[in-house]
């Protein structure tokens, strides 16, 4: 509450109230700066995705200038500060000002050269590249060759690659178009050499993992463990996992397809167009109305799309001089207009985002991301919902057996708990052979042959920034944690209830960066978090 009156003080405009503004809040002035500086980042993040030529009247050139100028009168401002002399809470909000820039990084150096050269995927040989360098021309290799897989003649791009490998009933087929995958297993990983383009890139993200706001050290401390509890974690999911399937071992390329029986026994009732639809209509039925919060969707197919699935600020919401809320406006990018149950997923898990930074309501200083954490871990509480067999019934008019469901949900989920393990690992110990750990993790806990020739763990982006994973593969103990203290507190809503929003919005979602994972999660639990939750979704299959 007292977070909130600051932040209305905030943007107060006469003369004189902001004089005595400054006297009451020796922020305001600084809060103001960030988020003049962060429209500009937003505008600009926004406008080099090509989805529009203008934003806010106007271009991306223009938009580059403003960011430059507004980081400087930002810096200037907070070297100025007397930080010593500021309370508590405003030493907190300083703090979390810090975390955010220091996320979106110094953007002179790159936007002074004029055009801002990206890296292509024939550069991650230069010996030159920093990590972020590295790790930009990995990307640029799952966008270059990930988007033009060649199979059966043609071309495939990696998502719908994937699709294939659960959708194929030939199994030659599946093994043709995991095969698609060779020539960008080669450009990340080499011949698997030590000095391969990701294993160099691991060995930077290594020495870096302690400070990045998003790796592995990072997420334990947001929940307030260390990384071997994580690691423990784990295990401990996958171990049950294995433990609730059956025991026969799979190739690699038939793991997806064992694990999509759901998505095809429900492909018939996704005709284009209607993963879109369903989405928008769950969410109205958790009370949120995606159309009134103004959410922009670049999803329809177009030339330099994302190859990743994302949501963004396009516009930081802001408190208005007679106490309302001017409001943020969230971006979503991927691919939706055709795919079953397994886009639809994804969406709703976009929409949970943008419903997340929606809902925000707080002084300038937290008006960004909660910690990475808890972001993706949030966006699936919405997501997972549409295995359920509630779900099925309300919006679909069928429902699976629970089994195949949940092999649905959690077969592609325990991939991203395994490239957790994988990549926590490899960060303790970046001489490890990549290919041969993965063998080893999945051979032992989802049963799939051995095949350590082959760098088949990278066909997801973000392996490009190694330490990304756990956010999804930890942020399921803290989803199946949510979910479950949700619905005791306002009762289901796998087939919508209309309190969700509204509960959310103030338990979890308000603070923006304000909290931690771990204050959120032990104010809603009352306790430390566990991964029992999770472990009871997984033994549901048994
Ligand atoms: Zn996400």
Not at 243 to 251: I, R
Not at 256 to 274: D, I, K, T, V
Not at 465 to 474: A, F, K, R
Request: with cysteine; charged share 25%; net charge negative.
């Amino acid at each position: 509450m007292r977070a909130i009156l600051l932040g209305c003080v905030v943007i107060l405009g006469s003369g004189v109230v902001m004089a005595e503004a400054r006297e009451t809040a020796p922020l305001a002035e600084t809060e103001r700066l960030f988020l003049e500086f962060l429209a500009a980042r937003d505008a600009s993040a926004y406008l080099e995705t090509g989805h529009v030529k203008e934003w806010d009247g106007a271009g991306l050139e223009t938009w580059n200038e403003r960011l430059v100028a507004r980081h400087k009168a930002l810096t200037t401002s907070l070297a100025r500060l007397d930080t010593a002399a500021l309370a508590p809470s405003d030493q907190a909000a300083l703090a979390a000002i810090r975390v955010t820039l220091g996320d979106i990084g110094d953007p002179a150096p790159a936007a002074a050269d004029g055009a801002r050269r990206e890296p292509r995927c024939e550069d991650r040989h230069d010996a030159s590249l920093d990590r972020e360098g590295l790790t930009a021309a990995l990307r640029a290799c799952f966008r270059e060759i990930g988007n033009t897989l060649q199979f059966e003649g043609g071309t495939v791009d990696r998502g719908g690659a994937l699709g294939l490998l659960a959708e194929l009933d030939d199994p030659a087929r599946r093994k043709a178009v995991f095969d698609a995958f060779l020539p960008l297993w080669a450009a990340i990983n080499g011949a698997n050499e030590p000095d391969s383009p990701y294993r160099r890139v691991l060995k930077m993200a290594a020495a870096n993992d302690p400070v990045s706001s998003s790796g592995i050290t990072a997420a334990a401390r947001s929940i307030g463990v260390t990384v071997d509890d994580v690691e423990r974690w784990l295990a401990q999911i996958l171990a049950a996992w294995r433990d609730a399937n059956p025991p026969d071992l799979v190739e690699p390329w038939d793991y997806r397809y064992a694990m999509g029986e759901a998505n095809r026994r429900l492909a018939q009732h996704f005709p284009p167009g209607a993963a879109i639809a369903l989405s928008d209509r769950y969410y109205r039925d958790l009370g949120v109305d995606l159309k009134a919060l103004g959410v922009v969707y670049d999803i329809k197919d177009r030339p330099g799309q994302s190859p990743l699935a994302y949501c963004d600020f396009l516009k930081r919401g802001r408190f208005t001089e007679d106490g309302g809320w001017d409001k943020t406006i969230a971006r979503v990018v991927g691919r939706y207009e055709e795919g079953g149950l397994g886009s639809l997923n994804e969406l709703v898990h976009e929409n949970g985002h943008a419903t997340h930074i929606s809902a925000i309501r707080n002084r300038p200083a937290f008006t960004d991301w909660t910690d990475t954490l808890f972001t993706e871990a949030f966006a699936d509480v919405p997501s997972w919902s549409v295995y359920e067999p509630a779900w099925q019934r309300k919006y679909l008019g069928t429902e699976l057996p629970l089994d195949v469901a949940l092999r649905g949900q959690f077969g592609t989920a325990m991939l991203d708990v395994a490239w957790s393990l994988f990549e926590l690992r490899l960060l303790r110990d970046p001489t490890l052979d990549p290919n041969a750990l993965w063998t080893d993790i999945t051979r032992e806990y989802l049963r799939i042959k051995p095949h350590p020739e082959l760098a088949w763990w990278a066909v997801r982006v973000q392996l490009s920034g190694p330490g990304y994973m756990v956010n999804y593969g930890l942020g399921s103990v803290l989803t199946a944690e949510m979910r479950r203290a949700t619905a005791e507190a306002i009762g289901s809503f796998d087939a919508g209830n209309p309190k969700w929003h509204a509960w959310t919005a103030d338990k979890l979602l308000r603070y923006g960066s304000e909290k931690t994972s771990k204050q959120l999660m032990d104010e809603l639990l009352g306790r430390p978090l566990s991964p029992a939750a999770l472990l009871a979704e997984i033994n549901r299959i048994k």
